[in-house]
């Protein structure tokens, strides 16, 4: 049987997204090019801060080889050093900056529990209501954790309503509950992960399995989309109750 001519089009999209799906995703140098343009624009001199701890560890490995006659062990000691030690501080700048853009938006919590390392299941928005008030739900080795966003008088009671429903199925597993903000009593999104991830362990693996197995139980909440949200947006009203 004569096989069939390919379709140019086909061939020709095939390709573009052959060359697309590569060009989509920026390999790293680009990534932290990207990076390091954000953070020079949000904190100027932290770059060159970065660049002048480089320059400092090797200045004191060029002494050291001048001092010790022994120039290659000092420089190739030196130039890696440096080079992390300007890394280092080059992207804790970058973890300052991103706490400072999330800061104060909607969402931004969720943002950080949702990179937060260690075996965790984040659900957004489990409760909520139209003022854009919102609690997520974080469930993990400490038990669960519910993280509210919004005005700290309407998330009391978001979160005190959440926490008993929770405490159904959760049995005598500890429920911990925060707001972030930067008011009284409340958490900063520069110190959330800090502060969730110093939470005690109480629970191991098959505990952690079984509390989420058990969760699933529960009736599915307002599904909020992940990262900070645009301000302006308005909560999507629920269904009318019918009488």
């Known amino acids: 049987m004569a096989n069939k001519p390919k379709d140019n089009n086909s061939s020709q999209a095939t390709g573009a997204k052959g060359k697309g799906g590569a060009e989509q995703r920026p390999g790293r140098f680009k990534q932290i090019g990207m990076v390091a343009k954000v953070v020079h624009q949000q904190s100027p001199k932290s770059i060159p801060i970065a660049a002048g701890i480089f320059v400092a560890v090797l200045a004191i490995s060029v002494i050291g080889g001048f001092l010790t006659g022994a120039w290659l062990y000092w420089i190739t000691l030196g130039i890696p050093i440096g080079f992390l030690a300007g890394f280092i501080f080059f992207t804790r700048s970058a973890q300052r900056v991103q706490y400072q853009m999330l800061d104060g938006r909607l969402g931004a919590g969720m943002a950080v529990l949702d990179n937060m390392r260690g075996d965790w299941t984040v659900e957004p928005g489990v409760a909520a209501n139209r003022q854009m008030d919102v609690v997520h739900r974080a469930v ?22 959440e926490k008993k429903r929770v405490a159904r199925v959760a049995a005598t597993t ?39 197995y058990r969760l699933r139980a529960l009736p599915a909440g307002i599904q909020m989309p992940k990262g900070p949200m645009p301000k302006g947006m308005r909560m999507p009203k629920g269904p009318k109750a019918q009488g």
């Open 174 to 212: 500890p429920i911990y509950d925060l707001q972030v903000g930067n008011g009284a009593d409340q958490v900063p999104v520069s110190k959330l992960q800090r502060h969730v991830m110093k939470l005690p362990r109480n629970l191991d693996k098959s505990e952690v399995a079984e509390l989420r």
């Open 140 to 161: 993990g080795r400490p038990g669960v954790v519910l993280v509210g966003e919004g005005d700290p008088a309407r998330l009391r009671g978001l979160i005190a309503g």
